[in-house]
């Protein structure tokens, strides 16, 4: 009996919004469990993306700091040529870089709307449609979006958000169903609330923090880290069945 792997070792990962937060661990956890890894963020971000690229490499593993703005197909197309260039081909694809704006509904502008949209939606299927497009001259590919527990429940002040995140868990089946012949799956992994940056603007207000904890049986927020372990398995030859689904990391919140 040979049993599939539940590593990456010798994968080539593309990360996107890797440059800090999740994106930083999911690049750096890619590379312990043995995949090269193309560090992907915004022009301004680099510094921070080289920094990440160093400690893949510090790992024994290739790495590359690639510009991108998941806003724009040119750069998309640039993202995955650099990474072509540089690694010699993409099995791994994480939709990681996001966006969010917390505001009651009546408040939203267009701007709001548009921003949130343009990255965490019209970004990630994009950069999946041009990775696709490479995973289907392979013959083989793995992608996986980071969603939130925010796809599959609503929650407060986060109109365009929560959209967006449906839209990805939704669109993680099309993709699935579309490219399952190409050998491709397509899943997604979505979080509770992250100790990052972009959860630390909600989780500094007492209040939220309180509210927050009160909806997670395991009583706490989880650490970046706590992430890595569904995207490598979902990447993996261990998850060889599984496409078109959304594994939830979230201290059991959607279990009530
Ligand atoms: N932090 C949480 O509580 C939480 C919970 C569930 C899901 N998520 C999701 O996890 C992902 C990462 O979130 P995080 O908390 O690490 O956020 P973060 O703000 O710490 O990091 C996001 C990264 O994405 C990059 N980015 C933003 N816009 C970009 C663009 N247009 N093109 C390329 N890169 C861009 C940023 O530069 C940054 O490096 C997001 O998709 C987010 O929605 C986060």
Request: charged share 20%.
């Amino acid at each position: 009996m040979e049993i599939p792997a539940l590593d990456v070792r010798d994968q080539v990962a593309l990360v996107t919004g890797a440059a800090r937060g999740i994106g930083r661990s999911l690049a750096v956890g890619l590379a312990h469990y043995g995949a090269d890894v193309a560090v992907a963020d915004l022009p301004g971000s680099m510094a921070e993306a080289e920094e990440v690229a160093a400690e893949v490499r510090s790992l024994g593993r290739r790495s590359v700091a690639v510009p991108v703005d998941v806003r724009d197909l040119g750069r998309i197309d640039g993202m995955v040529a650099q990474t072509v260039a540089a690694l010699g081909r993409i099995d791994i694809l994480v939709n990681n870089a996001g966006v969010q704006v917390a505001k009651p509904a009546l408040e939203v502008t267009e701007a709001d709307w548009d921003a949130v949209l343009d990255v965490d939606l019209k970004g990630v299927f994009f950069c999946s449609q041009r990775v696709g497009r490479v995973m289907k001259e392979q013959g083989r590919g793995s992608i996986v979006s980071i969603a939130s527990q925010n796809g599959v429940i609503g929650y407060y002040n986060r109109a365009a958000y929560c959209s967006a995140k449906a839209g990805v868990v939704n669109l993680t089946r099309v993709l699935a169903l579309e490219w399952a012949p190409y050998g491709i799956r397509v899943n997604a992994v979505g979080p509770t609330f992250v100790r990052t940056a972009l959860g630390e603007q909600t989780l500094s207000n007492p209040e939220f923090r309180r509210d927050i904890l009160s909806r997670i049986p395991l009583g706490r927020v989880a650490e970046p880290e706590e992430i890595i372990g569904a995207v490598v398995f979902l990447a993996s030859p261990a998850a060889s069945m599984v496409t078109g689904q959304t594994l939830l990391v979230d201290g059991g919140w959607t279990a009530q």
